[in-house]
């Protein structure tokens, strides 16, 4: 352990929990040492919605923060699709911003900077107590530390504590295409393939959209290797066409590994005597995209 520094709060995780962190406890104490620690060098992306409510940017205005929004317009149209396909759209009391993490998240990390928290490339692998601090890796001491390392904390399995369950974790997909013309509006729709399932559509202002579909982990029987295996099947014809048409544009710029080749036509029914259901084996051609578009998330449902 390094005695020679010890540190007011570390703060594990420089996402947006950990910068917020950092930055609210500089303003609380302005003299006090804060170590923010990540294993990730930013600007780093990071698959999400990228969705900012209102209630967000005034925590961003409250930290001083604010300019982390700047180039991405308000959004001021929602629009929802239930399940059954009824749908309702209109004008929330206040407008949402749609920021992708790679410049959101960098935008926070250098105002924790800025506003006197040190950061530090690092993968947290040990902790321990000594003499009523707090070390991490065996060297950096802390009176305080506070975990803010996503849904797959180290500082959680580290303390012992419990894994989410299946039941309480959500995946999902995103990746960005070319956005639609007419005015910006955030879409949600829920999918009853999956149930509970949903998929979105988030304009960023800047001619992209944040696309995406994600349901209950314990939905989904495959994995990764599932999705990617899809490209090697031979596409077979089905009867139902698909029941929204492929989006526009000749590639979905994004990051992580592609998906192309078939896709399985889901005919899901349900009775209510059972949960019986009946499933197309055909498989119909997917469309191939030029870049490898797609990226996993995994959080806490809410």
């Not at 349900?270 to 259901?277: A, I, K, L």
Request: net charge positive; charged share 25%; proline share 10%.
């Amino acid at each position: 352990m390094d005695a020679s520094q010890v540190w007011d709060l570390i703060v594990v995780g420089a996402g947006p929990a950990g910068s917020a962190a950092a930055l609210q406890a500089r303003l609380l104490r302005p003299g006090s040492a804060v170590l923010l620690l990540d294993k990730a060098v930013f600007p780093r992306d990071k698959a999400c919605g990228d969705g900012i409510a209102p209630h967000a940017a005034d925590e961003l205005a409250r930290l001083g923060a604010a300019h982390a929004l700047d180039g991405y317009p308000p959004i001021h149209r929602l629009r929802i699709r239930a399940p059954g396909g009824g749908e309702v759209a209109g004008r929330p009391a206040r407008p949402a911003r749609v920021v992708p993490r790679a410049v959101f998240d960098a935008r926070l990390v250098e105002a924790a900077v800025a506003g006197g928290a040190v950061l530090r490339r690092e993968r947290v692998r040990t902790l321990e107590e000594r003499r009523g601090l707090v070390v991490v890796n065996g060297e950096l001491a802390g009176r305080a530390l506070v975990g803010a390392d996503g849904a797959n904390s180290a500082v959680r399995r580290l303390l012992g504590v419990p894994l989410n369950p299946p039941g309480d974790l959500a995946i999902a997909l995103r990746g960005y295409a070319p956005a639609g013309d007419g005015p910006l509006e955030q879409f949600i729709g829920w999918v009853p393939d999956g149930w509970p399932a949903y998929v979105w559509s988030f304009p960023t202002g800047t001619g992209l959209a944040n696309v995406g579909y994600g349901l209950l982990r314990s939905r989904f029987a495959g994995g990764r290797a599932e999705l990617s295996a899809g490209g090697s099947r031979p596409p077979r014809p089905c009867s139902r066409p698909p029941t929204r048409p492929p989006p526009t544009g000749s590639s979905w710029p994004g990051r992580s590994a592609g998906i192309s080749g078939t896709r399985r036509c889901s005919r899901g029914r349900s009775g209510r005597g059972g949960s019986r259901r009946r499933r197309c084996s055909r498989r119909v051609p997917r469309r191939r995209c030029s870049t490898r578009w797609w990226r996993w998330a995994s959080a806490r449902p809410g």
